[in-house]
């Protein structure tokens, strides 16, 4: 009988986690919808780590660019932004190709690049100022629309502490500050 009971305690127990996970979920996607909260996310699948050696700003030959696979994932965030109540969002993104092509096939609004949310994989010296931009960036914006936010590991790990994997978001309570509220992360299903 203990055996049966000890799976019944825990079987609630796991019911519970997963009602308050679910009710934090949908707290944080609430808080995005109503402008207290924004979605800071790495760019989708582009092989590789860093850029070549010859990278250029504004010429995608030179870079790291979305295969297949990466443009079926970013492509994947607008019905998932959709069943979360979002259809149009402003968006923000890093200059680079992968981020900027994330960020339009995403399909939910205009697409703004935001030169703050630049990789600074090669020039680490900048993660400081570059970090503090995004964060005085993001606080200035005026009430509106959902902001969604294209960026880097590198810049989403320097602002968080979390290491995305291609094409994973996080869900951040405004306003920003040195050490944000991680609400979330997601990953379009």
Known sequence: MSALRSLVI???LLLLATQVHAQHEAEAWQALREGKAVLMLRHALAPGTGDPSHFTLGDCSTQRNLNDRGRQQAAAWNPFLARHGINQARVYTSQWCRSRDTATEMDVGAVTEWPALNSFFQNRNQSSAQT??????????KPGLPVVLVSHQVNITALTG????????????????????VLISVVPD
Do not use: H, W, Y
């Open 10 to 12: 825990t079987l609630m």
């Open 132 to 141: 503090r931009e995004t964060i005085d960036q993001v606080n200035a914006l």
């Open 162 to 181: 979390v290491f995305p994997a291609s094409n994973e978001g996080v869900i951040l309570a405004l306003p920003l500050s040195d050490k944000p509220e």
